[in-house]
Structure formats: structure tokens, C-alpha cells
């Protein structure tokens, strides 16, 4: 049974920094591409972040480009991302994601099958 449980939210200044991670678990990912999405209360889920697990090439929203890293670690298998100079804006619940691909990696909340329970981050002004 595939499990991503992610942890790292909490509370930080504007202009501080966070990393978040997204254990994997119940079978192997490296066949798949991961991915953050976040969201906020009564908007649409919208993508952040993602990554070829086997290749390691990533891809970033506009709005975080510069700013966050999505990366791997293969050992424990955890998917992370860390966020710098973080803005009032990116208040939001982030979400981890996996999905089995065989060439493109999805930037859309229906590219996704495995979903995490979401880890709160609120940025303070």
C-alpha cells in the first residue's frame, strides 16, 4: 500500500526558510515522477514543484522558481522541498504526490494518483 506522509510545515517569518519532506513508502518509486502541490482554503490545489524520481530533472511554478528545490533522497526515500525566502503568499496546506510515468512529468492535480495528508505552512507578514 503505497504511503506518502509528509512533515516540516509550521509557522516562520517572511523571508525565512522551511524544508519540507515527503516519506515514501509500500513499494518502489523509481519509476515515478513526485511532486508538491499546495493549498489554500476554498482556492483549487495548484502545483509547486516536481521531479523524475530516476533522472532527478525538476520542474517549478513560476511563482517559486528561484526561491524553492525539490530533491531526492534515495536511501530513505523521501522527496523534499526546501523553501527559501518564503513570502506571506505561500501560506498554504503542501501536499506530496506520486504517480507512475513513462515519459512526462504531470503539473496538474489530475496527473496524480498517490496523495499525502499535507503538512500546513504559514509565513507570517
Known amino acids: 500500500q503505497v504511503q506518502l506522509v509528509e512533515s516540516g510545515g509550521g509557522l516562520v517569518q517572511a523571508g525565512g526558510s522551511l524544508n519540507l519532506s515527503c516519506a515514501a513508502s509500500g513499494r518502489s518509486f523509481s519509476g515515478d515522477a513526485m511532486a508538491w502541490f499546495r493549498q489554500v482554503t476554498g482556492k483549487e490545489r495548484e502545483f509547486v514543484a516536481a521531479?523524475?524520481?530516476?533522472?532527478?530533472?525538476?520542474f517549478y511554478a513560476d511563482s517559486v522558481k528561484g526561491r524553492f528545490t525539490i530533491s531526492r533522497d534515495n536511501a530513505r526515500n523521501t522527496v523534499c522541498l526546501q523553501m527559501n525566502s518564503l513570502k506571506p503568499e505561500d501560506t498554504a496546506t503542501y501536499y506530496c504526490?506520486?504517480?507512475?510515468?513513462?515519459?512526462?512529468?504531470?503539473?496538474?492535480?489530475?496527473?496524480?494518483?498517490?496523495w499525502g495528508q499535507g503538512t500546513q505552512v504559514t509565513v507570517s507578514s
Open positions: 504526490a506520486a504517480q507512475p510515468i513513462l515519459w512526462g512529468v504531470p503539473r496538474d492535480v489530475s496527473g496524480y494518483t498517490y
Open positions: 521531479m523524475r524520481w530516476s533522472v532527478g530533472d525538476t
